[in-house]
């Protein structure tokens, strides 16, 4: 039972990151916009912006197909990624700007609460893969 | 020997820095690639063409614009600083910088709502338009005309027309939440 709802979740957050990087390949002069408009350190925007979409495709691609001896630093990839998401977005959202998340590229709308409990959930559950390889 | 916790860092490490790698050399080959070192995010006062469905402006003199003071269907916005909408602004007008966005620039949308008239002004006729386009274009009202004072806050005032000063309220939350630079 365990094991399935592990697969199940290693491939659906493999997946999501698959599909979020690969959203933001489209502009990625837009994406850099879209991070200078968090205001956090809008300097590194455009280094972000080159670099994020892959680093997520290759976490997420690693999580589903990478071997098992692998799979705890996937998910330690993972969560850092999705404990900087839900970081920034908490920020963007406590400060009131209203700023589009970009977390799917170009239109993905405003920073709600959902976005915040979306990014906790996804990092609870890099969490609890990372725990569930470690006790494979 | 690498204990089992730092094996799992060191892994994690290496899948991001390749990710971190390709991305950049992705960046380099691709035509359309952020420029790493002169980007410059774009606000809603430096978009040169906000595109074909953009709004006409109607440029006014001061002293075509000042009969429409008074109209509750027109909503005045001053597009200049904080500290010179303090000095002085047109009666009635909100403050509405290039760098406001967000709630403040969203608050003031909603004001137009049953209005017919948006008349934006700022230091110069250059500088106010295409802050009206661009709140224009957010609108999406066909039926809203849109002016601009031609000659800014200045050309007003040396028309010696009505105009206030004093500590601007919104001011301070439009700064605090804008989401360009300035």
Redesign the interface.
């Known amino acids: 039972m365990m094991a399935a709802l592990l697969l199940v979740a290693r491939l659906a957050l493999g997946g999501l990151l698959v599909v979020a990087g690969a959203l933001k390949l489209g502009d990625p002069s837009a994406f850099a916009s879209e991070i200078t408009n968090y205001q956090i350190i809008p300097s590194l925007a455009p280094y972000l912006a080159a670099t994020l979409p892959a680093t997520e495709i290759l976490t997420g691609a690693g999580l589903v197909a990478l071997p098992r001896s692998w799979r705890r630093a996937a998910a330690l990839a993972a969560g850092g990624l999705c404990a900087m998401f839900l970081g920034a977005t908490t920020l963007a959202y406590l400060r009131g700007i209203n700023v589009d998340c970009g977390c799917f590229g170009a239109g993905s709308g405003p920073i709600t609460v959902l976005t915040l409990l979306r990014n906790l959930a996804l990092l609870g559950v890099a969490l609890l893969i990372g725990l569930g390889a470690h006790r494979k | 020997m690498l204990s089992a916790a730092g094996?799992?860092?060191?892994?994690?490490g290496?899948?991001?820095g390749?990710?971190?790698t390709?991305?950049?050399a992705?960046?380099a080959l691709?035509p359309?690639?952020?420029?790493?070192?002169t980007?410059a995010?774009?606000s809603s006062c430096s978009v040169a063409d906000p595109g074909a469905g953009a709004p006409a402006v109607a440029v006014f003199p001061p002293g075509e614009a000042v009969r429409l003071c008074g109209d509750h269907g027109v909503l005045i916005a001053d597009a200049r600083s904080s500290v010179e909408f303090a000095h002085g602004h047109i009666t009635d007008a909100v403050h509405l910088p290039c760098i406001a966005?967000?709630?403040v620039a969203?608050a003031a949308l909603a004001r137009l709502a049953g209005r017919h008239t948006l008349v934006v002004y700022g230091d110069s006729t250059d500088d106010a338009r295409p802050v009206a386009r661009e709140l224009g274009r957010r609108v999406g009202r066909p039926d809203l005309r849109i002016v601009v004072i031609d000659g800014g806050f200045a050309a007003w005032s040396r028309a010696g027309l009505a105009c206030s000063s004093g500590r601007c309220p919104d001011c301070q939350a439009s700064e605090?939440?804008s989401?360009?630079?300035p």
Do not use: E, H, I, T
Request: charge should be positive.
């Open positions: 094996s799992v860092g060191l892994r994690a290496v899948l991001l390749a990710g971190v390709l991305g950049f992705g960046n691709r359309d690639g952020v420029a790493l070192s980007f995010a774009p966005s967000g709630a969203g605090r939440r989401v360009g630079p």
